[in-house]
């Protein structure tokens, strides 16, 4: 079955960075949108980033916009999450996810990875 691997998680403090890797197996990688999704502790699951297939289209959240980097290698079968100027507000379970467009539903998702921001 599909499997979708985040790691790259970790403490960091306030205003330092990251950088989440998903390595994805068993699917047509380079046919399939990724996205990041994050979940902090009594809320809801949102959106954070995703890239189209090619590459050549990503969208953001308005919260991450100019923080955060999603890019990806095909060749590698990965999707990266750069995150930079990170605040304690971005702590939360990171999961990266497979769909068919950059817009859709994610029909796949990974275990997550824990991100903690500390003041």
């Known amino acids: 079955q599909v499997q979708l691997v985040e790691s790259g998680g970790g403490l960091v403090q306030a205003g330092g960075s990251l950088r989440l890797s998903c390595k994805a197996s068993r699917f047509t990688f380079s046919s399939a949108a990724m996205g990041w999704f994050r979940q902090a502790p009594g809320k809801e699951r949102e959106f954070v980033a995703a890239i189209s297939s090619s590459g050549g289209s990503t969208n953001y959240a308005d919260s991450v916009k100019g923080r955060f980097t999603i890019s990806r290698d095909n060749a590698k079968n990965t999707v990266y999450l750069l995150m930079n100027s990170l605040k304690p507000e971005d702590t939360a379970v990171y999961y990266c996810?497979?769909?068919?467009?950059?817009?859709?539903?994610?029909?796949?998702w990974g275990q997550g990875t824990q991100v903690t921001v500390s003041s």
């Open positions: 996810a497979a769909s068919s467009t950059i817009t859709t539903t994610p029909s796949y």
